[in-house]
């Protein structure tokens, strides 16, 4: 018979998980030891969050600096309830300094309207908040204003009144109520973390000030009043988050910009005055935090990502706050809203941090990812310039193979396929060693600005073939160099032999092939990219294989292994063909060439092209879910439970 246990999160509602019944008797063991291992983790990570909003308001100079660190700074003085005085002084001197130097909006219905200056990243001296912090300003407003169900009365009336005003000047702009249908959730401005940025920002701001008399009926831009944008942005939100959960989660996968985009989803899961709206927003992080762990080595995510780089996370350390791990680094850079949340960890994210890994058995991750760009039609779509649609079923897979020893990931894609700039930039891929320290081997783009579909890749469990793009504007291929991968990490041994380079850190393994050139290093001989490059034409092909000592007795062994198998790589112009493995996997890879993207066809394994529209958005031991369902099963450990955002 299930038993349900009810774990009180403390940033709003109670979670409900049900217990395996006793068919698993280790994991049944394991449930006296979870309870308090999350206990422990939720009680040492809020004293981290404490310890880090100390180091802040210990100091006059917080980065970044200017408005931005002010900004900071204040947050965490009201926050702590010290230094209240400074920080009010602070506040109110920035706010009248903005609304004395910008044009007024319109104060009634009557007011003719009057432009004001977009809030933007390029135009940040103009406004009491730089555009990436503007999070942590509307948090401010709403975590102390005088009604506020939070702080109530840590703002001085004079503060709060000039606060609401100044952010009234920039919602009046940037706040769109035509943008806010229920077939707009796929529809983003700019980048996916600006979008995030602003328009919870405008929800946040038009649903407070539709509680003041003096705002609330006051027109915006659009002529639309501010509780007319707070009841379009309150819809809106209430479908947002099963949406997005239900097609893959984030566009810039593994980005170094989720240290702006996350802030966001924290400000709505504990300042939206909608209840619906806070349940779901919390159900999508601990749905975000499950997913990122288990892809995850040691809290440096893998497998396939875009707008990123190799080594390092910057948001590692904010995941951090949240572990509490003893040992590394933890704090936010940018931001100070992960700081002053209530939000907890689910136990099943804290179960993979410290119970899960190293798994027992391989096993495969395949998520969708959303990514393909809607065809643009400004008659039936109009909408303004730098906003972008995405489509549901986006052909775009987050795939990665996992053993108790390494974990290799990649994007599956089309390459003929249109994918947004903000998904196709800085592609990443490779592998991640399982063991102390964190060596890896991973792709690596030269390029003079961000690369621009720079590769495509094809994997499937230990095997991955990647090739260049050669530059094409129409395919959307630029600004791209060299391709080829690095090696990085203290443990990492490497061994050349007979054009491949094999590495391995003692208990995983992996080894490299150029297929169509060789290859030369770069001068700290941790890169290796093609030798004759030519930029223009080149479209390299590389192989990589991994294997570990439960596949291999030893690292020679394993190299043996591969050089072996070579009999069974054949490789021509247009075609990569390779069987491997004891199940005599055979992998047909087509080449891609971007001036005749009609001659190509999708990877083939075991005959079967490789499927980009799987069934599932979630595939995996602990994450499952049919596509496009607001339904997600969540399986780790002695806990189970299901993510449930049509509730």
């Known amino acids: 018979m299930k038993r349900t246990v009810l774990v009180s999160l403390t940033y709003a509602l109670l979670a409900s998980f049900t217990l395996l019944p006793a068919a698993a008797q280790n994991e049944a063991s394991d449930k006296p030891d979870l309870d308090k291992l999350v206990a422990d983790t939720h009680a040492a990570s809020l004293k981290l969050r404490e310890h880090s909003l ?31 005085e400074e920080a009010n002084a602070r506040l109110l001197k920035r706010a009248q300094a903005f609304t004395t130097r910008e044009p007024a909006a319109p104060a009634t219905p009557a007011t003719p309207a009057t432009p004001a200056t977009p809030a933007t990243p390029a135009t940040p001296a103009k406004l009491p908040w730089d555009f990436f912090s503007i999070p942590d300003y509307v948090r401010t407003l709403c975590l102390f204003h005088a009604k506020s169900p939070h702080f109530p009365g840590r703002l001085k009336p004079e503060t709060e009144a000039a606060m609401k005003e100044a952010l009234f000047r920039w919602v009046h702009h940037e706040s769109r109520v035509g943008l806010t249908g229920t077939d707009d959730l796929l529809l983003v401005q700019g980048t996916e973390n600006q979008d995030l940025i602003e328009r919870s920002c405008c929800y946040l701001i038009n649903t407070l ?69 806070r349940k779901r927003f919390g159900l999508l992080l601990d749905l975000a935090f499950v997913e990122e762990e288990q892809i995850s080595v040691h809290g440096r995510r893998g497998g396939g990502m875009s707008r990123a780089h190799p080594g390092a996370n910057p948001f590692e350390t904010h995941k951090n706050l949240f572990y509490a791990e003893k040992g590394r680094a933890a704090g936010s850079s940018h931001s100070r809203v992960m700081e002053t949340s209530r939000y907890q960890l689910p136990p099943e994210a804290i179960y993979l941090r410290y119970r899960a890994f190293p798994a027992a058995e391989p096993f495969v991750i395949r998520n969708r990812v959303p990514g393909k760009l809607a065809p643009r039609n400004p008659k039936k779509d109009p909408r303004p310039a730098g906003w972008e649609r995405y489509v549901a079923d986006s052909p775009l897979i987050n795939y990665a193979y996992r053993t108790p020893h390494y974990l ?3 994007t599956l894609q089309d390459p003929t396929e249109h994918y947004s700039g903000i998904s196709r930039q800085g592609r990443m891929c490779g592998m991640l060693f399982d063991g102390p320290g964190i060596c890896s081997v991973y ?9 621009q579909h720079p590769f495509w890749s094809v ?37 050349e032999t007979k054009d491949w380079i094999f590495a391995s850190n003692g208990q995983a393994f992996v080894g490299v092939k150029f297929l169509d050139d060789s290859y030369q290093w770069d001068e700290k001989g941790e890169e290796a990219t093609s030798a004759n490059f030519r930029p223009a034409q080149d479209q390299t092909r590389i192989l990589l294989i991994a294997g570990d000592i439960n596949t291999a ?41 971007p001036k005749a993207a009609d001659k190509f066809s999708l990877p083939l394994i075991n005959g079967q092209p490789v499927n980009l ?21 969540v399986s780790v450990g002695p806990v189970q439970r299901l993510l449930n955002f049509s509730e």
Not at 60 to 80: E, H, I, R, T
Not at 572 to 578: G, L, M, N
Not at 581 to 593: H, I, K, N, S, Y
């Open 54 to 84: 100390r180091k802040t308001i210990a100091s006059d100079g917080v980065f970044p600096g200017g408005v931005w660190g002010d900004n900071l700074w204040c947050l965490a003085a009201l926050y702590l309830n010290e230094k209240t």
């Open 209 to 277: 000030l539709q509680d003041d008399p003096a705002f609330r009926e006051r027109k915006l831009r659009d002529e639309h009043t501010v509780a007319e944008h707070a009841a379009a942005y309150t819809a809106f939100y209430r479908a947002w988050a099963g949406s997005r959960a239900g097609v893959g989660l984030w566009i810039e996968i593994g980005a170094g910009y989720q240290k702006y985009s996350w802030p966001a989803l924290f400000n709505l899961c504990e300042l939206a005055p909608d209840l619906v709206i």
């Open 408 to 410: 290799l990931g990649s």
């Open 443 to 451: 792709s690596v783009t030269e390029s003079g600005s961000r690369p």
């Open 459 to 495: 994997q499937h469990e230990n095997v991955m073939i990647l090739q260049r793009i050669a530059p094409n504007p129409r395919m959307g291929s630029y600004s791209t160099g060299r391709v080829g991968f690095g090696f990085t990490g203290k443990g990492l041994k490497k061994v």
């Open 553 to 593: 007795k030893s690292f020679e062994e394993f190299q043996a292994t591969v050089l072996a198998s070579q009999s069974k790589l054949r490789v021509t112009p247009r075609k990569v063909e390779y069987e491997f493995g004891p199940a005599r996997t055979r992998l047909e890879v087509t080449a891609f060439d």
């Open 613 to 633: 529209h799987p069934g599932t958005t979630y595939q995996s031991p602990y994450l499952n879910s049919e596509f496009g369902s607001e339904k997600i099963s």
